[in-house]
C-alpha cells in the first residue's frame, strides 16, 4: 500500500517536470544522510571528545609534575632564599616558619597551562603547637639543646635509628641542672614500622601512631631523665632503637625531645632534617608532594655544595731544638697564623662564582697545667690550680681558667681583628692520667666572614687570607725565677702567658702549651714525655654553592676523637658513610669521584703507622693494620732527609705536615679519591684511620662527593584531581 | 524538433550552479557515508583498543607515581600480575593499597581490573581499567634491586578489539621508591 503511494507520488512529481522534482530528490537524499551522518559523527566526536580528556588530565598532570620538579630544584639548590627575597614572591622566606605558604608561578605556560607552587616547611614533631618562627629560631640557633638523628645499617639488613642529644650545660648556671628530658620522639617515613621494645629506650612507655604518612613513636620519660645522667661535655646521650621496612626504600626519619625544668628550653628537634611540602597547581590537577632535605652539619647526611678547608699551626718545632726533638716536640708558640683561600677550581680552591654558604671555625690545642718555677737555686715543676683536668669543672676549666674558647679572628691578612668567644667545645683528659687535656673548639663564623666579603676585605667569592690568633695579650715581662718563656707573677696564678715566637709578643691565655724543657737542659728529657702532646691549631671550613661544582654532597663530621695506638679510630655507623650515589662517570674522565679533609692534631712526624684508608675490602675490618697501601690515601708530602723518618707515606698520614699550611705543627690534610676507589653507583664507603705508635685527636672530618643526587628523597606524592 | 521545444521553460544558470552544488554536496556525504560504513567497524575497534589502553596506562601511572612500595608477581607465565602498590597518605595516615590484576571473566580477552584497599576505611574498590587486554603481549616488571635512578616500573599493555590491536609501553619512575 505504502509502496503505491509512493510510486504514485512520484509518477505525480515526474509529470510536469519543471525542475521542482530534483530539488525533492536532493532534500529526500540530504534527509537520508543526515540520519545516517548524525549517529556517526557523534560517535566520533564522543571518541574525540573522551581521548580529548584524557588529553586534557595527562596534561594538566605533566604540568602540576613539573611544579613539583621545579620546587625540588629550588629547594635541593639551597634558592627558597633568593626566589623569595623581594616582591611579588614575599614574604620572605623562613626556614623556621611552619604555617606560611610561599607560593610562586612558574615562568610561561607548561602544556597550556599556568602552574602555581606553594612550598611550605612542615612541621614534624609530634608536639603542639608547632613554635613561632622566633622561637623556633632562637631553639635552634642557640644550639644549647642539640638533637641529632641518624639511620644506622646493621650487618644483616636490620635498621636503626640513633637519636643524640647534646645539652651544652654551663655548670656556672644552677638552673641549667634543672632540665629533664621528658619525652623522646621519632618520626619514620611511610613503609617503615618500629620495632616494639628494641634498642635502649625500651625500658620507657612507649606510644606509637599513625602520623604524617609513616609512624610516630614517643617514649615517655617521665622527667625521670636528668642531665646528670649524661657525659662530658658537652653533656651527650645517644638513644637508639631499630626498625623495620623496605630494603627497595631510604628511611627518612626526625627526631625531637620535649624537657621540662628550664623555661627557655620546653622542645628541640633535629632541625638538620627539614620536611617541606610542595602542591603544585595546573588547571584541575594538583600534584602534592613531601620531601625531606638534610640540611648541613648532620652527620651522616648529605648536603648540596662544596667546601674548601684552610689552616694554620699555632705551634711549630723550635728551630733551637735538636733535629731529633724536632721530630717529636713543638715547642715553639705563634702568636698566630694566617692561610690563604685562592680563586680556582682546583682542589683546595674556590671557583670565582662561588657564594659563600657557610664558614666553620674550628680550633684545637693540648693544654697542660704545669711549669718551671725556681725558688732560691732549684727549679720546680710546678702547677696552676684550676688548670688541671676535672670533668667536674669543666665549664671553669675552658672557659674561665684557661680561656682557651676565645680567639681573635680576621680577614685580609693584617685586617682588623674580631674577638670570638664561643661555648661549643669538646675536651678530652689524655689518657695517660697526667692530668693534661686537649679541646677542641668550634665557631660558625658565617657572619664574620660574609662581613668581610662585603667590606672588600676578602673577594666576593670569599678567597683571600684568613688569620687567628690567641686572644688576650698579656703584657707581663718574664721574671728570672720563671722558666724562660714563661711569665706569670706567682706559682698559683692561673693567668699565665707565654712568651710568643718569633716576634716576642706575649699573649695570655694561649691555645695551647708548647713542650717546656727544664731551664739549662738541651733536650726534653724531663718532664715526662707527655709534652709529645703539645699541638694548637686552627682550620676554617667555608662551604659554598657554586655552579661549578653541583651535584656534590657534603659530609661533616666534627665529634672531637682520640686515637690510641694499634686500633680503629671509632667512628659512628661503624665507621661507615652512606646517602650519597656515586654517579657513572666517575669511571672514566679522570675526574675525582671525592675529597676529603681531616684536621687531626699531635700527629707525630717520628711515630709511623698511621693510615687513613677508603673502602677497603670488609675482609680487613677485623684487622685493619693488613689494610694494603693501594687502598691508603695519602697527601703527597716527602719531608726532607733530615727530617722525616723511614715512612713519610700513606703508613705516617698525620706527620703535622700540610701542603697547606705555613709551618708545621699540625694536619689539614686535603685528599682526593679516584676511581676504582668508589665505583659507580656506590652509595656507602668505609672508612678507616688507624693508628699503630702514634697517637692523635681528630678534630673534623670533611668529605665531598660528587653525586647524582643532592638531597633527601620524596616520601609522599599524592595528585589530586 | 519543434515536438522537443515545445513548453521548453529550460533552467536557469543559477538554478544549474545550485543544483551542481547541492549533488556535489549530496555526493561527497553519500561517499563518506559508504567509505565510514565500510571503515566504521575497524575505526571504532581502533578507538576503543586506544581508549583502553590510554586509560590502563594513565591509571596505573598514577598509581605508581605515588607508590612508596611496588611488588609484582614472580610466578612463572604471570607475565607480573598482579602488580601490587602500596602507599600511606600524609595525611589521616590512610593505608593504600592497589592491586592490579589480569582476569578473564569470559574465556577470551582479558580485563586489567584495579583493586584498591584502604585500610583505615576496610572498604575494597574494584574498577575495570581496561578491557579487550591480550595477555600474550601484557606484562609488568619491576626491578626492585636496581639502584635509584635506573629504578623504573615497566607496563606493557596490548589491548585487541576485533582484529585491531594497540600497544603501549609505559615506564613510570616512582616518585617514592
Keep these: ?721 | 524538433m519543434r515536438l522537443i521545444h515545445k513548453n521548453q521553460k529550460g533552467f536557469t544558470l543559477i538554478e544549474l550552479l545550485i543544483a551542481v552544488a547541492i549533488f556535489a554536496v549530496v555526493a561527497v556525504a553519500a561517499n563518506a557515508v559508504i567509505v565510514q560504513i565500510v571503515q566504521s567497524n575497524r575505526t571504532s575497534s581502533h578507538m576503543v583498543a586506544l581508549r583502553q589502553v590510554q586509560q590502563a596506562g594513565y591509571r596505573v601511572n598514577l598509581d605508581a607515581l605515588q607508590a612508596q612500595n611496588i611488588s609484582v608477581s614472580n610466578v612463572s607465565g604471570s607475565r607480573g600480575f598482579p602488580l601490587t602498590l602500596n602507599w600511606t597518605a600524609w595525611d589521616g595516615g590512610k593505608f593504600h593499597t592497589v592491586v592490579y590484576n589480569l582476569v578473564n571473566p569470559s574465556g577470551g580477552l582479558y580485563q586489567l581490573q584495579r583493586q584498591e584497599t584502604v585500610t583505615v576505611d576496610n572498604q575494597t574498590t574494584t574498577t575495570v581499567v581496561g578491557q579487550y587486554i591480550y595477555f600474550n603481549t601484557t606484562s609488568c616488571s619491576w626491578n626492585a634491586t636496581a639502584n635509584a635512578t635506573t629504578k623504573v616500573l615497566i607496563l606493557n599493555i596490548t589491548a585487541m578489539v576485533g582484529l585491531e590491536t594497540e600497544s603501549r609501553t609505559y615506564e613510570i619512575k616512582p616518585r617514592c621508591v
Design chain 1, 1 to 721: 500500500m505504502m509502496m503505491a503511494k509512493l510510486k504514485k507520488m512520484l509518477t505525480h512529481l515526474g509529470k510536469g517536470e519543471s525542475g521542482q522534482g530534483a530539488l525533492a530528490i536532493v532534500i529526500i537524499l540530504l534527509m537520508l544522510g543526515a540520519i545516517i551522518l548524525t549517529p556517526l559523527l557523534v560517535f566520533m566526536s564522543t571518541g574525540l571528545k573522551a581521548g580529548g580528556v584524557y588529553e586534557s588530565k595527562v596534561q594538566e598532570f605533566y604540568a602540576a609534575d613539573a611544579g613539583v620538579e621545579d620546587a625540588l630544584w629550588q629547594i635541593k639548590n639551597d634558592k627558597l632564599d633568593e626566589k623569595f627575597s623581594s616582591p611579588p614572591y614575599y614574604p620572605a622566606y623562613n626556614p623556621y616558619d611552619y604555617n606560611t605558604n610561599y607560593s610562586y608561578p612558574l615562568p610561561g605556560e607548561i602544556n597550556n597551562e599556568n602552574v602555581t607552587v606553594n612550598i611550605t616547611n612542615v612541621w614534624i614533631p609530634l608536639v603542639s603547637p608547632c613554635p613561632t618562627p622566633d622561637q623556633a629560631k632562637g631553639i635552634i640557633k642557640n644550639g644549647t639543646l642539640i638533637v641529632t638523628g641518624n639511620v644506622i645499617s646493621y650487618t644483616g639488613g636490620q635498621q636503626g635509628y640513633q637519636i643524640k642529644v647534646s645539652y651544652s650545660w654551663r655548670d656556672d648556671d644552677p638552673n641549667g641542672k634543672k632540665l629533664r628530658i621528658a619525652t623522646i620522639g621519632a618520626w619514620l617515613s611511610g613503609g617503615f614500622n618500629y620495632t616494639s621494645g628494641s634498642g635502649n629506650l625500651s625500658s620507657y612507655t612507649s606510644t606509637c601512631v599513625p602520623y604524617c604518612g609513616g609512624q610516630a613513636i614517643t617514649w615517655n620519660l617521665n622527667q625521670l631523665f636528668n642531665v646528670s645522667g649524661m657525659k662530658g661535655y658537652p653533656l651527650v646521650r645517644t638513644f637508639n632503637f631499630n626498625f623495620t621496612g623496605p630494603a627497595s626504600q631510604n628511611p627518612q626519619a626526625v627526631s625531637w625531645i620535649t624537657t621540662t625544668g628550664v623555661d627557655a628550653i620546653t622542645v628541640s628537634w633535629d632541625a638538620d632534617s627539614k620536611p617541606y611540602r610542595i602542591k603544585s597547581t595546573a588547571g584541575s590537577t594538583t600534584a602534592e608532594a613531601y620531601v625531606i632535605k638534610n640540611e648541613m652539619r648532620q652527620l651522616g647526611s648529605a648536603i648540596s655544595g662544596d667546601y674548601v678547608a684552610i689552616g694554620g699551626t699555632l705551634m711549630t718545632p723550635s728551630t733551637n731544638d735538636s733535629a731529633d726533638d724536632q721530630k717529636h716536640y713543638r715547642g715553639r708558640l705563634l702568636m698566630g697564623s694566617s692561610a690563604t683561600v685562592a680563586s680556582g677550581t682546583g682542589v683546595g680552591q674556590i671557583p670565582a662564582s662561588a657564594t659563600v654558604q657557610a664558614a666553620y671555625l674550628y680550633w684545637s690545642g693540648w693544654i697542660d697545667y704545669h711549669y718551671w718555677y725556681k725558688s732560691g737555686s732549684t727549679w720546680y715543676w710546678s702547677s696552676i690550680p684550676g688548670l688541671q683536668y676535672s670533668s667536674s669543672n669543666l665549664t671553669t676549666l675552658v672557659e674561665t681558667n684557661a680561656k682557651v674558647n676565645t680567639v681573635k679572628f680576621g680577614g685580609g691578612g693584617g685586617g682588623v681583628m674580631q674577638t670570638i668567644t664561643t661555648h661549643q667545645w669538646q675536651v678530652m683528659p689524655n689518657t695517660d692520667a697526667s692530668g693534661t687535656w686537649s679541646y677542641s673548639c668550634f665557631y660558625d663564623v658565617t657572619d664574620q666572614v660574609k662581613q668581610l666579603i662585603n667590606n672588600g676585605t676578602l673577594g666576593s667569592n670569599g678567597a683571600g687570607t684568613y688569620t687567628l690568633q690567641h686572644a688576650d695579650a698579656v703584657v707581663s715581662p718574664p721574671t728570672s725565677n720563671l722558666r724562660p718563656g714563661y711569665t706569670g707573677s706567682s706559682s698559683n696564678n692561673s693567668t699565665y702567658s707565654f712568651t710568643l715566637y718569633p716576634t716576642s709578643s706575649k699573649t695570655g691565655y694561649p691555645l695551647g702549651t708548647p713542650a717546656t724543657k727544664l731551664p739549662g737542659k738541651s733536650s726534653y728529657s724531663y718532664p715526662p714525655p707527655y709534652y709529645e702532646w703539645a699541638y694548637a691549631g686552627w682550620s676554617l671550613i667555608i662551604i659554598y654553592s657554586s655552579p661549578d661544582t653541583k651535584g656534590h654532597q657534603l659530609y661533616l663530621y666534627d665529634d672531637f676523637v682520640y686515637s690510641g695506638m694499634d686500633q680503629d679510630a671509632p667512628l659512628p655507623n661503624g665507621n661507615t658513610i652512606s646517602g650519597f650515589l656515586a654517579p657513572p662517570d666517575i669511571a672514566s674522565g679522570g675526574q675525582y669521584a671525592a675529597h676529603m679533609t681531616c684536621f687531626v692534631g699531635e700527629g707525630d712526624e717520628v711515630y709511623s703507622g698511621d693510615f687513613l684508608a677508603f673502602n677497603a675490602p670488609a675482609s680487613y675490618q677485623s684487622h685493619p693494620q693488613d689494610i694494603p697501601n693501594t687502598y691508603k690515601l695519602w697527601d703527597g708530602i716527602t719531608l726532607p732527609s733530615s727530617e722525616h723518618n723511614s715512612a713519610s707515606d700513606p703508613n705516617n698520614v698525620w706527620n703535622s705536615n700540610s701542603t697547606s699550611l705555613a709551618a708545621s705543627g699540625v694536619d689539614i690534610d686535603t685528599f682526593t679519591i679516584s676511581y676504582p676507589t668508589i665505583q659507580p653507583w656506590d652509595t656507602s664507603a668505609h672508612v678507616d684511620l688507624y693508628t699503630q705508635s702514634d697517637s692523635w685527636n681528630l678534630v673534623y672530618m670533611i668529605l665531598s662527593f660528587r653525586s647524582s643526587i643532592t638531597t633527601g628523597s620524596t616520601i609522599s606524592y599524592l595528585i589530586r584531581g
